[in-house]
């Protein structure tokens, strides 16, 4: 198994990963706990005997890149870094590489250079040619202080003389450079060891005096090279060629190249990879800096460690070679537990092997950045994903954490200050419950923009896909849309979840997006136009709440305003009824997008046309919609029922028929105002879509929850497989929202039917 490869790791939970990277045996029993607890960072004591002055443990995110080959090795890489956006950047690269094979990396043997500094000379080139014609008792002495590294095939192995004419007041300057072989480790005090110990002889054969004797950090005897080719089929996105990617990611490299100003902030991109995995590693990344920069400049100007070109089939070809020394071996690696948890993910068996992967992300993140620059530019991806972070830094919990995010972008003020403000008003206004659980309150939508609502079935899901009757009420949860000008093409924008892209509007519909934007416009004849889309989608996604049919409401919505199209109801459900179709696969009940345009609490069902029957109900209907935290697709499990309804007809009917049975009686008891009613046939619907297999035991430990706190009736709603459950909570919402989020899941308290305007909530 390909260890590397980890699909959506970046939407489960902390310990959700880690659950998944110890079944795939990336991390050891042990190494999983110590995560787990929080144990993996130095402890104060630990701390106090490395440095002087200890006060205290400093913190910085641990993640991991993906998709990395090497070599034809699989890596997931541990980077520790605070800097949003890197991490993500170099498994896109990383993804895109291994598509061509993956990277190819090469290192030479590691050696390391000590100097040892003699003045008041004489006869400088006399002085050379002693040290060099006595080169091997010099040699042999280093080595007899480390026999050890000499017996893993190491030690000193050579020596270089050099002279620097009146370099100083004290006349010329001879300097002997040791060269070291460290092995595995890296070696500092190894060789400044050798540089001390052979001090005296020098000066006996040269009759200078020794002042230095100290290491180089310029590791130009460590030399790594790493490179890649990529074909231009991949480079193709967000409204760009590949030729036109490729021949701007070539044209930025050559500026660096020339230009030292440009080449210092170039250069800076590649280490913003290569020092996380220093870091993570226990490496010394101030000295894997110094050698970076001191190689970049070593000719006439300070120019740029990568190389991107075209080859012959056109593709993009890029490569790097800079000095890079490290170490996989040392006491100074084991002092803190983290370093031991990142080389057990790594699993590299050499020092070299781990200065080649270092290579690696040094050139990915450089082309990451360069592919950035090429296209939208970075500051534009950036905003998003700091918004994010400035959110967390400011204290944004889970429930508000989205809101926080929207508002921090659509302000233009990414800072902490600004974020504690939107938190302070958050927290402070109609949302606000102090039992800790989030109430839903209506979003005002702004008169710039259109809406699409959000919808819990009580009763019929599934069922209604067959012909059954099922009941459905909007909630107060809303996608909203604008519609905004922009230059050329068309440009969607979702904060909240993380989309900022040109939208390909060549019938390709590369994704899910895409393609419902391409046949919205398509229907509307406005594909010609340009125009910036903003989404802010206050309805989960993927938690059966039916956000794709509130998303496409909400832009037709957008559209209709915008470019005054006149769009009845009637209209703007059946777009959305076909967008539907598109993200399901073609057998939607059609229930969604006729909650998200209508906004009736109704009795539906499937049909040419539908049934759609407004129920009233006579006082507000208190509930608690409980979230299971696992994304479920309607499409896939609508597919699961179908397949197992083929199979088994008369016995899945039965089921559908006793559901339909359940739906009507459900109607009788909201009217009625009979909630205990209400509850218990929710309770019996329950089982029987237990029985079609929809549910998923988050839901069901949602479920019993809320009837051990009182709820009078529970079960899943909408597709199930994970997504969302709803409870009737007349007098204990709080007290059910308060359960489920002890347990760790997330519960809003809202209420359905029961307003003069037919039923809106």
């Known amino acids: 198994m390909d260890k590397s490869r980890l699909p959506n790791f970046y939407k489960y939970s902390v310990s959700e990963r880690l659950r998944l990277l110890y079944e795939r045996q990336v991390l050891s029993e042990d190494s999983y706990h110590t995560l787990m607890d929080g144990v993996a960072t130095l402890d104060v004591e630990s701390a106090d005997r490395m440095v002087e002055n200890v006060v205290g443990v400093f913190g910085l995110p641990m993640g991991l890149g993906l998709n990395f080959v090497i070599n034809d090795k699989p890596y997931i890489v541990p980077l520790v870094v605070e800097e949003p956006s890197i991490i993500a950047a170099l498994s896109s690269a990383a993804k895109l590489v291994r598509g061509n094979g993956g990277f190819e990396a090469h290192s030479e043997k590691p050696l390391m250079m000590g100097q040892i500094q003699v003045v008041d000379i004489t006869h400088p080139a006399r002085a050379r040619q002693i040290l060099l014609q006595n080169k091997d008792k010099i040699l042999n002495l280093a080595n007899s202080l480390h026999p050890n590294m000499v017996a893993r095939g190491g030690g000193a192995k050579d020596m270089e ?70 074909p231009v089929s991949l480079l193709e996105g967000k409204g760009y060629s590949g030729e036109s990617v490729r021949d701007g990611i070539i044209l930025a490299n050559d500026f660096a190249a020339v230009d030292a100003y440009r080449a210092a902030t170039h250069n800076k991109g590649i280490m ?20 970076a920069h001191a190689y970049a400049g070593r000719g006439n100007t300070y120019t740029c460690l990568t190389s991107w070109t075209k080859d012959d089939e056109g593709n993009l070809v890029g490569g790097i070679r800079l000095p890079l020394k490290v170490g996989t071996v040392g006491g100074s690696l084991q002092s803190n537990p983290g370093v031991k948890v990142a080389h057990e993910i790594l699993g590299v068996e050499s020092a070299r092997e781990l200065a080649e992967l270092m290579a690696v992300v040094g050139l ?52 902490i200050w600004k974020a504690k403000d939107i938190i302070r008003d958050i927290e402070l206004g109609p949302g606000a419950d102090l039992s800790g659980a989030f109430r839903i309150e209506s979003e005002l939508v702004p008169e710039t923009r259109g809406a699409g609502y959000g919808k819990v079935i009580l009763l019929g899901e ?132 006729t909650l998200a345009t209508y906004r009736q609490f109704m009795l539906y069902k499937k049909g040419h046309p539908p049934v759609m029957k407004e129920i009233f109900s006579p006082k507000p209907i208190p509930i608690v919609i409980g979230l299971s935290g696992t994304e479920s697709l309607t499409a896939t499990m ?116 029961g307003s003069p305007e037919g039923g809106q909530s």
């Open 161 to 230: 003389v050099i002279i620097h004419p009146s370099a100083s007041a004290r006349g010329d300057m001879v300097v002997a450079q040791l060269l070291v072989d460290t092995c595995d480790a890296m070696g500092a005090n190894l060789v400044n060891t050798m540089c001390e110990g052979v001090a005296t002889l020098v000066e006996e054969m040269t009759g200078g005096t020794v002042f230095l004797r100290i290491l180089s950090n310029l590791t130009d005897r460590a030399m790594v090279s790493a490179s890649c080719k990529i």
């Open 272 to 291: 913003n990879g290569i020092d996380p995995v220093a870091i993570a590693t226990g490496n010394d990344w101030r000295a894997i800096e110094s050698a």
């Open 364 to 415: 990915a993140q450089n082309f990451s950045a360069l592919r950035a620059l090429s296209t939208d530019g970075i500051q534009r991806g950036h905003m998003t994903l700091h918004a994010r972070s400035v959110a967390m830094t400011a204290g944004a919990t889970p429930d508000n954490f989205d809101k926080v995010v929207d508002k921090l972008v659509a302000s233009g003020e990414i800072k």
């Open 462 to 593: 599934h069922a209604v896909v067959y012909g059954s009757h099922a009941i459905a009420a909007p909630v107060k949860l809303n996608i909203q849309a604008q519609i905004k000008d922009y230059d050329d093409g068309v440009n969607l924008t979702i904060p909240r979840w993380g989309v900022e892209q040109r939208v390909m509007l060549n019938g390709k519909r590369e994704n899910s997006l895409s393609a419902s934007l391409d046949l919205i416009l398509e229907r509307l004849h406005l594909k010609e136009e340009s125009m910036s889309i903003e989404v802010w989608p206050h309805v989960p996604r993927a938690m059966g709440l039916g956000a794709s049919a509130a998303l496409a409401v909400g832009v037709i919505r957008a559209l209709d305003q915008r470019y005054k199209l006149n769009l009845s109801d009637t209209d703007v459900n059946g777009i959305a009824f076909d967008v539907e179709k598109l993200a399901h696969g073609g057998t939607p009940s059609g229930i969604d997008n």
């Open 638 to 753: 609508v597919t699961k029922v179908r397949n197992n309804w083929e199979n088994n007809r008369f016995l899945y009917e039965r089921i559908f028929a006793e559901i339909d049975g359940l739906t009507l009686e459900g109607v009788k008891a909201i009217e009625s105002n009979n909630l205990t009613q209400l509850g218990e046939l929710m309770n019996i619907c329950q089982g029987l879509l237990n029985a079609l297999g929809v549910s998923s035991w988050e839901i069901e430990e949602l479920i019993q929850i809320a009837r051990d706190n009182g709820a009078l009736g529970a079960k899943l709603t909408g597709g199930g497989g994970g997504g969302s459950m709803v409870a009737i909570c007349p007098d204990n919402a709080e007290r059910v929202a308060a359960a489920m989020r002890k347990a760790g899941y997330r519960a809003m308290i809202t209420e359905i039917g």
